[in-house]
C-alpha cells in the first residue's frame, strides 16, 4: 500500500488537474455557444445560394463550359483538410485523419489547422500549404484558401476540390466527412445531397425569370461566390465541433478526477485508519509485554 505521504501528492496532483480542465470546460463552453450560433445562422444563407444556383442550372444549356463543371480524367485529387489548432478535442481530429489514411492514389493536401499540417507533415503526404483561422472565422480568410485551391484546380496541378472536415450535428455529436467539390457535374445532384442542412431536399422552381446582363454572366459571378460561401460554412461547422468536442472532453477529464478524488481520499482514510490501529496494537502489545 502507497504511504499516506504518497496519497496526499496525488490527491493535490488531481485537484490541481480538476482545475485546470474545469477552467478550460468554461473557457470552451464560452466558445462553443458562439460558435454553434454562427454555424447554424448561416446554414439558411447557405442553402438559399443553394437552391439559387439549383433554378440557374436548370435553365442553362451550355452549363458543362464553365470549368467549375466540366468533367476530366482525376490524376491528382486535391484535398483540403480542416482540423483545430489545438489538441485536448477528444476524438475529433483522430478521427479526420482516419479518414484521410483511407484516401488512395495520388492526392496533394491543404491543410487549415495546425493539427491536420503537423499530422500531414508527419505521414509525409504531399503538404501543398497550411493555413489558420481565427475563432471567429473570418471570411476574408476561408476565401484566400479557397482562391489558392481554385487556382491549383484551373491550372490543372489537381483535379478535383475534396473536403475532408467535422460536420456539427449537435454538442454531442460531430460527424467526419469528406465531400467533394469541385468539379459540379451535376448541380442539382450535387446541391440536393450537399446542402449545409443535410436534408437531401431537392429544389425546383418552375418560374419565369429574366438575367441580366446574361445567364452565362450570372454563373461565372455566382459559382465562385457559391464555393467560397460552402468552403466558410463548412469552416463554421469544423469550429463549433471543435469547441463542443473539447468541452465535452474537459467535463469529462474534470467528471473523472473529481471520481479519482474520491477513490483516492478512501485510500488515504483506509491507510491512516489503518496506521492508527497498527499503533494502538503496538501500544497494547507494549503494555501487555510489561506487565
Known amino acids: 500500500m502507497a504511504s499516506l ?11 490541481n488537474t480538476r482545475q485546470i480542465t474545469k477552467a478550460m470546460e468554461l473557457v470552451s463552453a464560452s466558445k462553443m455557444k458562439k460558435a454553434q450560433q454562427s454555424a447554424l445562422a448561416g446554414r439558411a444563407y447557405a442553402n438559399l445560394m443553394a437552391d439559387m444556383l439549383a433554378a440557374l442550372a436548370g435553365r442553362v444549356e451550355d452549363i458543362f463550359e464553365h470549368p467549375f463543371l466540366a468533367k476530366r480524367p482525376v490524376n491528382t485529387r486535391g484535398i483540403l483538410l480542416i482540423t ?24 496533394k493536401y491543404v491543410a487549415v489547422g495546425r493539427k491536420g499540417a503537423q499530422f500531414l507533415a508527419r505521414t509525409k503526404r504531399d503538404l501543398v500549404a497550411d493555413f489558420t483561422v481565427s475563432d471567429r472565422v ?11 485551391m481554385v487556382k491549383m484546380y484551373l491550372e490543372g496541378t489537381i483535379d478535383t476540390i475534396e473536403v475532408v472536415y467535422p460536420r456539427f450535428k449537435n454538442t454531442l455529436v460531430q460527424e ?70 473539447r468541452m465535452v472532453a474537459m467535463k469529462t477529464a474534470k467528471d473523472n478526477a473529481t471520481k479519482l478524488v474520491g477513490e483516492l481520499s478512501l485510500e488515504y482514510n483506509k491507510a491512516r485508519q489503518a496506521g492508527i490501529t497498527q499503533e494502538i496494537l503496538e501500544i497494547a502489545a507494549a503494555s501487555f509485554a510489561t506487565t
Do not use: C
Open 176 to 245: 467526419p466527412m469528406v465531400r467533394p467539390l469541385l468539379p459540379l457535374t451535376n448541380v442539382r445532384e450535387f446541391i440536393a445531397k450537399n446542402r449545409t442542412g443535410g436534408d437531401g431536399v431537392k429544389f425546383t422552381d418552375d418560374r419565369d425569370m429574366l438575367f441580366e446582363p446574361s445567364v452565362k454572366s450570372v454563373l461565372e459571378a455566382l459559382l465562385p461566390f457559391y464555393i467560397n460561401r460552402w468552403v466558410y460554412q463548412m469552416v463554421l461547422s469544423a469550429k463549433a465541433s471543435e469547441h463542443s468536442a
Open 5 to 15: 505521504r504518497d496519497i496526499r501528492r496525488r490527491i493535490k496532483s488531481v485537484k
Open 138 to 148: 473570418v471570411f476574408s480568410e476561408v476565401k484566400t484558401v479557397v482562391e489558392f
Open 84 to 107: 483545430s489548432d489545438k489538441g485536448l478535442a477528444g476524438p475529433l481530429n483522430a478521427n479526420l485523419f482516419k479518414l484521410v489514411t483511407e484516401i488512395k492514389g495520388q492526392a
